[in-house]
């Protein structure tokens, strides 16, 4: 037993057991929006809503909800954000020293979104309460002495004309680790930097048998994609003929079930698997519990949090906001509902709709999972379709048939009758029998979704499966400049998008 991992581990049940908040969950976000609005209440945006009457006024969450209205990135970047390049005190106090752009799968061009130092210190935050959970995993020793690799996008930042940096947020993070993170994260800033994605996993491979990695964290598609590389680099059989001591992996971005399967194949032993919820706009939730990939809502980090249901309280048929959406608070939500999640944050977010959906799992504490994104939901024809319901039912069909489907796209288009079809596209690396995975996945859908099956037996005919191997969707990836560590696909496409994916692939 290595002294200093028994060392750290005795140190870090220690802080978990003398860490603990006897406030409501209630309570600690009415403090959490009271904060925000006293730091921000000069700038601005808080002139210009009255901070200083929200403060002062009997109830200020209700205030705060009646005054401000819910933000998307288009409202509040035209009106707010673009100007916070520029000029200090727009919607938080200083002007941003960063800019994150987007890797998400929105939009034809990056966000920007503001990257203060009070959320750079809120992201540490979150991942310190996130170490305070590792007791409950009773991870050996040895985890405690090893290297953590961090396989994020490049640290390589660039400045903007208007003075600041700017990369996607990973990058971010990682230029900014203090001098003494290099005790235990690799690859280092050095590799991070590298801004192309082959040469940086390149230089990874290389280096990789002179760490001794206990602990992995980034997106699924690229982690799996890395460890491939490093196993084939080094003619290995398993990833633990090179890191024995590996043993948990952080994930995040993406639903991870789909993964599962090819994960295990390049491993000797089960890796434990934490998710994260980590986004540009802050880091919110994190795994608690070695059963369960549900995650701990960070109530107390410096963010404030509203919940639209998804349903026709909230949100119009194609998952857009309706007018004057039925808004609730942490104390007011329900499990086994879908919210659309409406952050106010310590970067100057405010009443900002993030584009996810959640569910709660439990009240408390409170506990979540990621359900889909509002812009993944297919509903052209009715067929009210999450990604939750499409991984399910992949998921389930994938099994049944002895295939491993790690991605997809779908998109409802027009068939050669002019009739509304979805089609689908699949990215595997068996063998896939198109007809009968296209009957399967219909039949799966129409079970997991009664309004999918109504819209069957109605406006949308039928469903198309096209498949590619993992080698022609990275080639597709990198003709679409999307090739990178934090990179998200999209899993719902438009038609004309899909049109492009299919003439591309064939």
């Not at 106090?93 to 809120?122: M, N, V």
């Not at 998952?319 to 608070?329: A, F, V």
């Not at 309004?451 to 990198?478: M, P, Q």
Request: proline share 4%; with cysteine.
């Amino acid at each position: 037993m290595a002294l200093l991992g028994n060392l750290i581990k005795k140190g870090i049940e220690l802080n978990q057991k003398l860490s603990f908040d006897l406030k409501s969950s209630s309570q600690q976000q009415s403090e959490q929006l009271i904060s925000l609005l006293a730091k921000a209440k000069s700038t601005s945006f808080g002139k210009f809503y009255g901070f200083d009457e929200i403060l002062n006024s009997n109830d200020p969450i209700k205030e705060f909800q009646s005054k401000i209205p819910i933000h998307s990135y288009r409202d509040i970047h035209e009106r707010w954000w673009h100007q916070q390049q520029s000029v200090e005190d727009i919607t938080w106090p200083g002007k941003p020293s960063f800019f994150a752009l987007s890797s998400g799968t929105t939009g034809k061009s990056s966000k920007r979104i503001p990257i203060t130092e009070d959320f750079l210190q809120s992201m540490r935050d979150v991942g310190t309460s996130m170490i305070r959970e590792l007791p409950n995993y009773d991870f050996p020793e040895e985890l405690f002495e090893s290297e953590i690799l961090m396989l994020s996008s490049s640290a390589n930042l660039s400045k903007n004309e208007k003075g600041h940096m700017e990369g996607e947020i990973s990058g971010i993070n990682v230029s900014n680790f203090p001098d003494w993170y290099d005790f235990f994260y690799r690859p280092g800033k050095d590799i991070a930097s590298i801004s192309d994605w082959d040469n940086r996993v390149a230089k990874i491979v290389e280096e990789a048998p002179n760490w001794n990695i206990g602990a992995i964290a980034g997106i699924p598609s690229w982690v799996l994609l890395l460890l491939q590389e490093v196993i084939s680099g080094h003619n290995l059989e398993t990833i633990h003929d090179i890191w024995p001591n590996l043993t948990v992996y952080a994930s995040g971005g993406v639903a991870f079930e789909t993964y599962r399967t090819d994960f295990e194949k390049i491993c000797k032993k089960p890796l434990t698997i934490m998710d994260t919820y980590l986004a540009s706009e802050g880091f919110f939730s994190y795994s608690t519990n070695p059963d369960s990939m549900d995650m701990r809502l960070a109530l107390s980090h410096g963010y404030f949090y509203e919940f639209v249901p998804f349903d026709e309280r909230g949100v119009d048929d194609f998952g857009q906001l309706i007018d004057n959406p039925l808004t609730l608070t942490i104390d007011e939500v329900e499990t086994d509902q879908d919210y659309v999640l409406i952050i106010s944050t310590c970067a100057g977010a405010w009443r900002y709709m993030i584009g996810d959906t959640i569910k709660f799992t439990r009240l408390d504490p409170h506990d979540i999972k990621i359900t889909g994104r509002t812009k993944f939901f297919l509903n052209v024809v009715g067929s009210q379709l999450s990604e939750e319901k499409m991984d399910e039912a992949l998921l389930s069909v994938s099994e049944e048939l002895g295939v491993t489907v790690n991605e997809y796209s779908v998109a409802a288009v027009k068939n050669e009758n002019d009739e509304y079809i979805h089609q689908w596209v699949v990215v595997s690396e068996n063998k896939i029998d198109k007809t009968l995975f296209s009957k399967k996945l219909d039949e799966a859908l129409k079970e997991a979704n009664k309004n999918y099956g109504v819209a069957r037996g109605k406006a949308l005919t039928g469903i198309r499966v096209s498949a590619i191997s993992k080698d022609e969707y990275f080639d597709f990836l990198d003709s679409s400049k999307k090739k990178g560590g934090q990179v998200k696909t999209p899993k719902v496409m438009g038609e004309e998008k899909m049109q492009d994916f299919l003439d591309y692939i064939s």
